[in-house]
């Protein structure tokens, strides 16, 4: 009998720890996968920050932007390649999410920039911010802060060149 309640709370505390590292957030037909921000530097005024938007509604949605306490504006912003350049820009009017579809905010494309810091971000971390969408509303959640390192060593290239992140293969 001993070994049978050892066998649950095992159990039990290992679906509790899985629920929360799967560090994900649903809002309407919305869900928000693996929010996470770049540590920064001392005095730094600027991080990014990246996540995995999936829309299985019929409807597309927009991500407008969002709100964090610790930083004075959240925007959608995006690199692009202008000739031989990268250069990063804000979205006008908000970052489309296709009914039925995915969109990958990673480094290098779009991502979410935290600008004005009131601090910096430490790896290890969890700063909670708001998003905004344009149908679904707003929802917080919160960002694990990762180092630079551990995010590019997470960044992987697949057979065809593409970008992948675990098992979520990225498009572009």
Not at 112 to 122: A, P, T
């Amino acid at each position: 009998m001993k070994k049978l309640a050892v066998a649950v709370a095992a159990i039990t505390l290992g679906l509790s720890m899985s629920t929360a590292f799967a560090h994900e957030y649903k809002l309407g037909s919305l869900e928000i996968v693996h929010p996470h921000a770049r540590a920064t530097p001392p005095n730094a005024p600027v991080s990014g920050g990246y996540l995995t938007i999936h829309n299985s509604g019929t409807e597309a949605d927009r991500l407008l932007g969002g709100e964090a306490a610790f930083a004075d504006r959240v925007e959608v912003h995006e690199m692009v390649m202008d000739g031989d350049v990268m250069k990063m820009r804000p979205v006008e009017g908000g970052l489309e999410i296709p009914a039925g579809g995915d969109v990958v905010l990673k480094p290098g494309s779009y991502h979410i920039m935290f600008i004005g810091l009131e601090g910096q971000l430490k790896e290890g971390e969890k700063v909670p911010a708001t998003l905004n969408f344009e149908k679904a509303g707003s929802i917080e959640v919160e960002f694990s802060v990762e180092s630079i390192k551990k995010m590019n060593d997470a960044m992987k290239k697949d057979e065809h060149g593409e970008m992948t992140h675990g098992d979520m293969k990225h498009d572009g």
